[in-house]
């Protein structure tokens, strides 16, 4: 069994920058791919970025290219995010997923286990 911590959400005015954590326990987290996703009411879950189980191979959105940069510390058995030049549009409940495979997925029905999300709020 995998659990995730998520850590770092807020408030933040627009143009500012967040960082999030997820702390990972349990399972094989040094070869397994890591996610964040976002939820923005009345819509569904997208992905943000996504990480390698070596970091040297990563995914992210169109929305957020160039301003959002995905890490991990497999020593600390954490990922990162860290988020630059926020937008209104960014605001959304951001969870940290975990999947069993060293391919990285885009869809969220291609991860095994998930954070109980938090929350980060853009303000223009």
């Known amino acids: 069994q995998v659990q995730l911590v998520e850590s770092g959400g807020g408030l933040v005015q627009a143009g500012g920058s967040l960082r999030l954590s997820c702390a990972a326990s349990?399972?094989?987290?040094?070869?397994?791919?890591m996610g964040w996703f976002r939820q923005a009411p009345g819509k569904e879950r997208e992905i943000v970025a996504a990480?390698?189980?070596?970091?040297?191979?990563?995914y992210y959105a169109d929305s957020v290219k160039g301003r959002f940069t995905i890490s991990r510390d497999n020593a600390k058995k954490t990922v990162y995010l860290q988020m630059n030049s926020l937008k209104p549009e960014d605001t959304a409940v951001y969870f940290c997923?975990?999947?069993?495979?060293?391919?990285?997925?885009?869809?969220?029905?291609?991860?095994?286990?998930w954070g109980q999300g938090t929350q980060v709020t853009v303000s223009s």
């Open positions: 349990g399972g094989t987290f040094g070869i397994a791919t």
């Open positions: 990480i390698n189980w070596s970091g040297d191979n990563t």
């Open positions: 997923a975990y999947r069993q495979r060293i391919i990285i997925a885009t869809i969220p029905e291609e991860y095994d286990y």
